[in-house]
């Protein structure tokens, strides 16, 4: 069974579109994540949350908007897309307590901005 | 704020030699975790190892091995006998309190291993 899973695994679209990607655990953690790698292989955290509660948010332009309706899954919906946004994002999940920073990572979705 | 460096870029080396990946972190945390991923060719991110900063002792899982610093806040890498499949990218990361528990990572180090 796949412990953190991603959907779609690649997207292309148009600049202006508005898009989303999913994300599940099955691992009955607490926590989810968003990544976001960009072309030079950099990682950056965009989002985290804990219980459908949003506890980080790094500077992300307001067209990405987390969603978690319920702990197992955290989507990411981005409005208005730019060919900026094209990278490979990961969703990521941790236990909360004691093993905060064991983050699993899912397979990661390419997004391709045209 | 949290900072972690992979100086090298990219590191190239024949099958069979001995490959070692630095990470310097940065943290005014007492309380720390460092980790290694993997990211294969493929794109996924395979968690390696978890170090908390309490714990300097090395660690040695068959051909790898950490050796971690406080001293020098450094926690690198060591591949023993490389293979072709180690070629990835490599990334540390560090989590501390004072951070949630989000992770920050290195740049990566490329690692090819040539037969």
């Given at each position: 069974d796949t412990a953190v899973s991603q ?15 999913k994300c599940e655990q099955n691992l009955g953690h607490d926590t989810m994540y968003w ?14 949350y ?18 978690s309706?319920d702990k197992a899954h955290l989507n ?14 990961f969703c990521a999940s941790s236990p ?6 064991e983050q699993y990572f899912g397979p ?7 | ?115």
């Amino acid at each position: 069974d796949t412990a953190v899973s991603q959907t779609p695994k690649y997207l292309v679209t148009q600049m202006g579109n508005d898009k989303s990607i999913k994300c599940e655990q099955n691992l009955g953690h607490d926590t989810m994540y968003w990544y976001k790698q960009d072309s030079k292989k950099f990682l950056k955290i965009m989002f985290s949350y804990n219980n459908k509660e949003l506890i980080i948010n790094e500077t992300v332009p307001n067209r990405f908007s987390p969603k978690s309706p319920d702990k197992a899954h955290l989507n990411l919906h981005i409005n208005s897309l730019e060919l900026g946004d094209s990278a490979v994002y990961f969703c990521a999940s941790s236990p909360y307590r004691g093993r905060e920073y064991e983050q699993y990572f899912g397979p990661g979705t390419r997004l391709t901005v045209t | 704020a949290q900072k972690v460096t992979q100086a090298q870029t990219e590191i190239s080396v024949v099958e069979k030699e001995d490959v070692t990946l630095d990470c310097v972190y940065e943290t005014r945390d007492t309380t720390y975790y460092l980790f290694w991923y993997k990211q294969p060719p493929s794109g996924e991110l395979v968690f390696l190892i978890r170090r908390n900063s309490f714990d300097e002792q090395n660690e040695i899982s068959g051909r790898y091995s950490w050796n971690f610093q406080k001293s020098t806040s450094s926690f690198n890498f060591t591949i023993t006998a490389s293979q072709v499949v180690d070629s990835a990218v490599y990334f540390c990361a560090l989590g501390a309190n004072n951070a949630g528990n989000m992770l920050t990572f290195g740049g990566g180090t490329r690692l090819m291993v040539k037969p």
